[in-house]
């Protein structure tokens, strides 16, 4: 059975740095891209970026560029999304998902990470 | 990259056709997506490719698509399909994927 696990909740504050899991199981990992998807009661899901961990290609979404970044450790078969510096806004549930082959949908997806910013 | 429209809500009682619509340019050239959000739950995949249903999904839910709307219907519907409903869809020249805002969807 595909399975991703998510890390568990955070409260940080503002400015403080921060790195999230996402461990994989069931598949091969390196043979899928894996998505970080942020989901706010204002602005709804929001993709963040993508990474395929075997070759650590990264792409990221024009609007968190800069504010994030995503990772993969292969012998760990875990993805990684990692703030150097946090925001309040940055209060979100994040879910890592595994891309379907064609690159286009997100099937199997973690069951979120709470992340609450506070200072 | 582009924008997709969906209705905030949808009504339907038990057993009855609800219907949650998708819009926007890009989906005449685009493949829909759609997602089911139970309250406090992670997303899960229950049309992709438009019409295409994963293994496990209910054959009550179906897709369907007319030019730049598409449809997710769920037939028969039952308590436990009250949830949120995303459409999303992708940009390749990016890759960019969008989300539609959510369709609520209430079982009275």
């Known amino acids: 059975e595909v399975q991703l696990v998510q890390s568990g909740a955070e409260v940080k504050k503002p400015g403080e740095s921060l790195k999230i899991s996402c461990k994989t199981s069931?598949?091969?990992?390196?043979?899928?891209?894996i998505g970080w998807v942020r989901q706010t009661p204002g602005k709804g899901l929001e993709w963040l970026g993508i990474?395929?961990?075997?070759?650590?290609?990264?792409r990221y979404s024009p609007s968190f560029q800069g504010h994030i970044t995503i990772s993969a450790d292969k012998s760990m078969s875990t993805a990684y999304l990692q703030w150097s510096s946090l925001k309040a806004s940055d209060s979100a549930i994040f879910y890592c998902?595994?891309?379907?082959?064609?690159?286009?949908?997100?099937?199997?997806w973690g069951q979120g990470t709470l992340v609450n910013i506070s200072s | 990259s582009f924008e997709l429209t969906q209705p905030p809500s949808v009504s339907v009682s038990p057993g009855q056709t609800a219907r949650i619509t998708c819009s926007g340019d890009?989906?005449?050239?685009?493949?829909t997506y759609w997602y089911q959000q139970k309250a406090g739950q992670a997303p899960v995949l229950v049309i992709y490719?438009?019409?295409e249903r994963p293994s496990g999904i209910p054959d009550r839910f179906s897709g369907s698509t007319s030019g730049t709307i598409v449809t997710l219907t769920i037939s028969g519907v039952q308590a436990e399909d009250e949830a949120d409903y995303f459409c999303?869809?992708?940009?390749?020249?990016?890759?960019?994927?969008?989300f539609g805002p959510g369709t609520k969807v209430t079982v009275l």
């Open positions: 069931g598949y091969t990992f390196t043979n899928f891209w």
């Open positions: 490719k438009d019409t």
């Open positions: 999303q869809s992708v940009d390749s020249s990016g890759p960019f994927y969008v």
């Open positions: 990474i395929y961990p075997g070759d650590s290609d990264t």
């Open positions: 890009a989906l005449a050239k685009q493949y």
């Open positions: 998902a595994r891309l379907g082959p064609a690159m286009a949908d997100f099937d199997i």
